[in-house]
């Protein structure tokens, strides 16, 4: 079965730093691009960030841009999304998403975890 | 950055009658657009890519269609399980973006 799996959510403080990781199974995770998404409370989708199969190439959002950074492990079948200076505004559910192309980046999503919460508060 | 805008923003119908959604682009995005279904509680599902491509398992009452800057998502005969949020995403260019929802609902 195609699956991906979040961890690493939680509450942070304003100004710190938390990272993300999504565990792939059921397919060759290298060929890949992967993505981060997020859902603030009662909102609607935000894209945050993407990179490609082989990890070379990377995308970002500009609220993300300088703050976040997504990296993979091709030999752990993961992507990661390292954030800092974490703000209020950065309280959402953070999914990861599969690229629907093999061999592409910024396809369409077609595989979603079911995401881990990140709040940032005092 | 490419805007994407929606509407409806909420489209009150009952079971069995048709649902056309709309999205329009800032800019032309030819026919890379693709949509989403998402249920309270549940992570999004691909419905649509590249305008009118359907996604797999994605049942033939869900058709979409468009290229330019108009797109149309049509449930031809709304079922229980399809009352929901809808998204449109455009990966013409980076960033990517999504529009900001249609909500359908029970009449």
């Known amino acids: 079965e195609v699956q991906l799996v979040e961890s690493g959510g939680g509450l942070v403080q304003p100004g710190g730093s938390l990272r993300l990781s999504c565990a792939a199974s059921?397919?060759?995770?290298?060929?890949?691009?992967m993505h981060w998404v997020r859902q603030a409370p009662g909102k609607g989708l935000e894209w945050v960030s993407s990179i490609s199969g082989s990890g070379d190439t990377t995308y970002s959002a500009d609220s993300a841009k300088g703050r976040f950074t997504i990296s993979r492990d091709n030999s752990k079948d993961t992507v990661y999304l390292r954030m800092y200076s974490l703000r209020a505004e950065d309280t959402a559910l953070y999914y990861c998403a599969r690229d629907s192309l093999s061999g592409s980046v910024g396809y369409a999503f077609d595989i979603w975890g079911q995401g881990t919460m990140v709040t940032v508060s005092s | 950055e490419i805007v994407l805008t929606q509407s409806p923003a909420t489209l009150s119908l009952s079971p069995g009658e048709r649902a056309t959604l709309s999205c329009r682009a800032s800019q032309s995005i030819s026919s890379y657009l693709a949509w989403y279904q998402q249920i309270p509680g549940q992570a999004p599902r691909l419905l649509i890519y590249?305008?009118?491509n359907r996604a797999t398992g994605i049942p033939a009452r869900f058709s979409g269609s468009g290229s330019g800057t108009d797109f149309t998502l049509t449930i031809s005969t709304l079922e229980p399980e399809d009352f929901a949020v809808y998204y449109c995403q455009q990966r013409s260019s980076w960033p990517l973006t999504f529009g900001q929802g249609t909500k359908v609902e029970i009449k």
């Open positions: 059921g397919f060759t995770f290298s060929t890949y691009g």
């Open positions: 590249d305008s009118s």
